[in-house]
Nanobody
C-alpha cells in the first residue's frame, strides 16, 4: 500500500520561502510520477508541479514557473517542493500525489494521495 506523508507547511509572509516534503513508502517507485497539487478554500484542487521518479522530466503550472522547484531524493524516497517568492494567492492545502507511469497534470490521473499540508501566505 502506497503511503504519502507531507510536511513543511506553515505561515509565511509574502516574498518568503517554504520547502514542502513528501515521504513515500510502500512501493518501489522507479516507474512512478510524483506531483504536487493545491486546493484553496472554495476552489478546485489544481496541479502545481510534477516530476518523474528518475528526476529527468518536470512540469509546472504557469503561475509557479520560476518560483517553485520540484525535486526528488531517491535515497530518501522523498519528493520536495521548494517554494520561493510566495504570494498570498499561493495560500492553499498542498497535496502530494503519485501514479505509475508518466507524469500527468490532471488530478483524476493519480491513484495515491497524501493528507495535505497547509500553506498560508500573509500579505
Amino acid at each position: 500500500q502506497v503511503q504519502l506523508v507531507e510536511s513543511g507547511g506553515g505561515l509565511v509572509q509574502a516574498g518568503g520561502s517554504l520547502k514542502l516534503s513528501c515521504a513515500a513508502s510502500g512501493r518501489t517507485f522507479g516507474t512512478y510520477a510524483m506531483s504536487w497539487f493545491r486546493q484553496a478554500p472554495g476552489k478546485e484542487r489544481e496541479f502545481v508541479a510534477a516530476i518523474h521518479w528518475s528526476g529527468s522530466i518536470t512540469y509546472y503550472e504557469d503561475s509557479v514557473k520560476g518560483r517553485f522547484t520540484i525535486s526528488i531524493d531517491n535515497a530518501k524516497n522523498t519528493v520536495y517542493l521548494q517554494m520561493n517568492s510566495l504570494k498570498p494567492e499561493d495560500t492553499a492545502v498542498y497535496y502530494c500525489a503519485a501514479r505509475r507511469g508518466a507524469a500527468k497534470t490532471g488530478r483524476i490521473e493519480y491513484d495515491y494521495w497524501g493528507q495535505g499540508t497547509q500553506v498560508t501566505v500573509s500579505s
